[in-house]
């Protein structure tokens, strides 16, 4: 059985044209083994590329990305030479702050980087610890050799980390998605809250889209959202999010050695040039939401896209050259980080990323799927959506939706005044509480169920119409002959008497009395 790498080879090279038997002589592999996976990937295709470009993600074909079904029982372990020699790396770059802080006589020296290395578990001698530390030293010395790209064959791509004002909340650290073209270097950036798995991936859906296209090969460091780990001292094992991005759109993927960023400087470059570009002049670094942060990111990359690079080339000309070498772009591909078998607890909530958030409380006890996308989470049983709220990112958070309780909420309403679910509550909603009905949470209730089927500006309005008429009785049944009345006199106006103020007076006043009389007509009955 293959594994999800080894699919992706059996694509990409089916995309270049080459034969199913070639394919299965170059990988010694089954030639049926690469018949099955060619033929999966060709049909998912052909149902992506005929749906509607404006088709839901859950419309997509699934197929192109299912990961294969392997045995991992006789699995020996790996060498763990690679991350070893990143500790060592680690452990230098600390000895360099030491001395530029006045701490020389604190720094590591071999032998206790060495017995450093055999506490966390590394198995490594110490002749290689030696080694390692020569050749690390000997990196400042290296020679670069320049190299020629094809317009629309490489980008890359990196992170970058900057601090904002998002919200009046106070600076905090936003992850900065930087992509470069090799041949143009035309630049392109996104903020999200963390680095995670969505946001890598909707980095990328979001990047191709701006471009019309796909380039061909992709270039990355050592990012953990990409290397999932290192199997040798210049191998790694991609993630599956960087498998599933790989496979769906075509490209190939390459990794540069640890610590060289010359090996992609112009994304190297390009983080730090955006970075100070968009965010360094003073007023620069407020924004009222993270939306708007990005407007004005896109915007600074369009104008660096439209200003002369050094050697005279402007990235928006040269990236009019490399789009008619892009792959076709194929519909977007769904991004979501997917949790299963979530169990409901007690409170009705569901643990996704360490943030609770809240299902109807009917579910109390079940297992559901949780969809965590990078703006907003979705939570199903089975293919039914049954929650979905904004994002949060506070370890241990409650994101509470009032209306998931109205059944617990019917059997205590005591609990309403102080629950969590009424403190998060709209605005609107906690005003409607506070002005009508505080310390009656049993008549707030059922104009809570009706909130929820009429909407809150609907019964918010119909309250004031009522409060106008009547006096201290606000119950829900009341509230809907207001709003149906209301809704029935704009589907069908009577004809007017006459637009002067008296005549709008008159048709209020008798309005009131209409309403009165079928009130008083419900009451007596």
Sequence with gaps: MIDLVEKQTIILKHREGISNRQIASYMKIDKNTVNKYVNEYDD???????????????????????????????????????????????????????????????QMRKIEIYDYLKKQGYSISYSTVKRVIADIKKEIDEAFIKQEYQPG??????????????????????????????????????????????????????????????????????????????????????????????????F????????????????????????????????????????????HLMKKCMEKNASALSDGRIPDECFGEEKASLMPLPPKMPCFIKRVHLKVDKFSTVTANRVHYSVPDRYVGKRLDARIYTGFVE?????????????????????????????TLKRKPGALSQSTALLQAD???????????????????????L??????????????????????????????????????????????????RLSEKSRQTLSQYDILRELQTRRAG
């Design 427 to 449: 605005t609107k909603i906690k005003n409607i509480y506070e002005t009508y009905y505080t310390g009656n949470a049993k008549d707030f209730l059922p104009v809570l169920e």
């Design 153 to 250: 064959i490489q980008t890359e791509f990196d992170w970058g980390e900057v601090t904002l004002d998002i919200g009046g909340t106070g600076y905090m650290r936003y992850q900065m998605a930087v992509f470069s073209s090799a041949y143009g270097n035309h630049r392109f950036a996104h903020l999200y809250r963390t680095q995670d798995t969505a946001a890598f991936q909707e980095s990328h859906v979001d990047y191709f889209a701006f471009c019309g296209g796909v380039f061909h090969t992709v270039v990355y460091d050592n990012m953990r959202v990409a290397v999932k780990t290192f199997v040798g001292p210049s191998e790694k094992e991609p993630t599956d999010a960087l498998l599933e991005l790989s496979i769906y759109y075509g």
């Design 379 to 407: 939570i199903y049983d089975g293919s039914e959506k049954v929650a979905r709220h904004e994002r949060h990112y506070g370890r241990g958070e409650y994101v509470i939706d009032i209306f998931h309780y109205l059944k």
């Design 44 to 106: 998912a295709m052909a149902k992506l590329l005929a749906t509607d470009p404006g088709a839901s993600e859950d419309q997509l074909s699934p197929e192109i990305l299912i990961k294969p079904k392997y045995d991992t029982s006789n699995r020996g372990r790996r060498k763990s030479t690679e991350e070893a020699i990143e500790v060592i790396r680690d452990c230098l770059e600390e000895n360099a702050k030491r001395r530029q802080t006045g701490r020389s006589k604190q």
């Design 451 to 500: 909130m929820d089927e009429l909407g809150v500006d609907a019964v918010e309005k119909a309250l004031k119409r009522l409060a106008e008429i009547v006096i201290n009785d606000y119950s829900a049944d009341k509230i809907r002959l207001i709003h149906d009345h209301e809704t029935q006199a704009v589907a069908s106006p009577e004809k007017p008497y006459g637009n002067d």
């Design 252 to 295: 190939d993927f390459r990794f540069c050695n640890v610590r060289r960023g010359n090996e992609k400087s112009h994304v190297e470059r390009s983080v730090d040039v955006v970075r100070h570009f968009a965010f360094a002049e003073p007023g620069n670094d407020c924004f009222e939401s993270l939306e708007a942060a990005n407007e």
